[in-house]
């Protein structure tokens, strides 16, 4: 599966975006979906996940409350829309797949898109 992630842009804290990824493939229902996030000089870290029918999701404990993961597997689609943004969201975001998930942050995920840069200005 191809992923490509857009929607990234300059932002002042408390505003909103959302990020969307575009997937290819015909089983696009079959993969667990997610956003990984890489701030500048750090490492990456996992941010959110939704299962191949959406009916289960699962958020890191810094954007909980905030992010809210979406998909369309009609069009294959996933969303993360991101409120009331923070100056330390800035970062990288990936869009990532995979069939099989060990757990909701370790995944493994195999599939990774090429990530939109948020910056959020305080």
């Known amino acids: 599966v191809q992923l490509q992630a857009s929607g990234g842009g300059l932002v002042q804290a408390g505003d909103s975006l959302t990020l969307s990824c575009a997937a290819s493939?015909?089983?696009?229902?079959?993969?667990?979906m997610g956003w990984f996030r890489q701030p500048p000089g750090k490492q990456r870290e996992f941010v959110s996940a939704?299962?191949?029918?959406?009916?289960?999701?699962s958020y890191a404990d810094s954007v909980k409350g905030r992010f809210t993961i979406s998909r369309d597997n009609a069009k294959n689609m996933v969303y993360l829309q991101m409120n009331s943004l923070k100056p330390e969201d800035t970062a990288v975001y990936y869009c990532?797949?995979?069939?099989?998930?060990?757990?909701?942050?370790?995944?493994?995920?195999?599939?990774w898109g090429q990530g939109t840069l948020v910056t959020v200005s305080s």
């Open positions: 990532v797949a995979t069939l099989i998930l060990s757990s909701w942050q370790g995944g493994p995920y195999d599939y």
């Open positions: 493939g015909r089983t696009f229902s079959n993969y667990f």
């Open positions: 939704i299962s191949g029918g959406g009916g289960s999701t």
